[in-house]
């Protein structure tokens, strides 16, 4: 298995198309979507069919929550409010409620990692990882070896060997390790 993990898609149908044509040249067999298939973009609607045609795991981001559970957009600064309204307005009532009733977080069988979108120990509060702080807080909660989320826009992960703050690592190619956790 060969496994994609892709995020933070903001329905943006140029680039979902582009990452997944990298995904199948390198042999992908597998995919995981970490959230926000929606917000932003212009194509909510094509990105959630593409998604949804994967028939893969997908764990709910804060843009999918905010589109499809019908509530005012307060919180959100100009931008966002005005680009989440019109998303609204472009998708179905079936495909808001696909979205209202994705998981925050999808543990998947025992050999398969944990998705989420924001953080382990709080994903309904939309918390970011940055630094070796939220990253504690979150594999304190982390139950498998391998926990992929996204959120921040910033490719990086943690690892921890359980005694000792997570440290960062750039993003590149992290060799897995026995008996330590990765986020």
């Known amino acids: 298995m060969k496994l994609a993990v892709f995020g933070d898609v903001h329905a ?13 040249s390198c042999g992908v067999t597998d995919y995981a979507c970490i959230g926000d298939v929606v917000g ?5 609607s094509e990105c959630l069919s593409f998604v949804r045609g994967l028939d893969c795991p997908v764990v709910k981001g804060n843009h999918d929550a905010d589109v499809s559970n019908g ?16 998303t609204r307005d472009q998708l179905s009532a079936e495909e808001l409620q696909w979205l209202g009733a994705l998981p925050l977080v999808e543990l998947g069988g025992e ?14 509060h939309w918390l ?11 594999m ?11 959120h921040t ?12 703050f997570p440290l ?16």
Request: glycine share 6%; proline share 7%; charged share 20%.
């Open 12 to 24: 943006n149908l140029e680039a979902l198309t582009a990452v997944m044509a990298d995904a199948a």
């Open 40 to 44: 932003y973009g212009a194509n909510p």
């Open 71 to 86: 509530e005012e957009l307060l919180k959100m600064n100009p931008v966002a409010r005005a680009a989440l309204e019109w």
């Open 111 to 124: 050999s398969q990692p944990t998705f989420v979108h924001a953080t382990l120990h709080h994903p309904e």
């Open 128 to 138: 970011y990882v940055f630094d070796r702080f939220d990253a504690e807080a979150s």
């Open 140 to 150: 304190a909660r982390q139950t498998k070896e391998l926990c992929f989320y996204g």
């Open 153 to 164: 826009h910033q490719p990086r992960a943690f690892v921890s060997n359980g005694q000792a």
């Open 168 to 183: 960062m690592k750039e993003a590149g190619d992290i060799p897995i390790e026995p008996g330590k956790k990765y986020l």
